[in-house]
């Protein structure tokens, strides 16, 4: 079955840093641009960022200028480095492919693929 795998998430204290990692199971991703979406209790999913195929970023304002997104095509997986991490990222995040890249929670539940089962992210002192 084609999926991704998340993983790197845990608890940290606030300013602390993860790296999330996104493993491709069963596909390349070569063909595809990769989004980072979220989902805290009681929330909607949101978008976090996104690395389109030829490796052109985009971020939400929430986590602009904090997280960064890369590919390693090779390796078939997709990271998310999170800096200064504030109790208000706390969720599950999840990673999804689509042909190009959008932000939008709505559009990304029927337009991309291969959700994973997401890493918990919890931030709190």
């Known amino acids: 079955q084609s999926q991704f795998v998340e993983s790197g998430g845990g608890l940290v204290q606030p300013g602390g840093s993860l790296r999330l990692s996104c493993a491709a199971s069963g596909f390349s991703l070569d063909f595809y641009a990769i989004g980072w979406f979220r989902q805290a209790p009681g929330k909607e999913r949101e978008g976090v960022s996104c690395?389109?195929?030829?490796?052109?970023?985009y971020y939400s304002d929430s986590v602009k200028g904090r997280f960064t997104i890369s590919r390693d095509n090779a390796e078939r997986t997709v990271y998310l480095q999170m800096n200064s991490l504030k109790p208000e990222d706390t969720a599950v995040y999840y990673c999804?492919?689509?042909?190009?890249?959008?932000?939008?929670?709505?559009?990304?539940?029927?337009?991309?693929?291969?959700w994973g089962q997401g890493t918990q992210v919890t931030v709190s002192s």
């Open positions: 999804a492919a689509d042909a190009g890249c959008s932000l939008d929670a709505e559009y990304a539940l029927v337009g991309y693929h291969f």
């Open positions: 690395i389109s195929r030829d490796g052109n970023t």
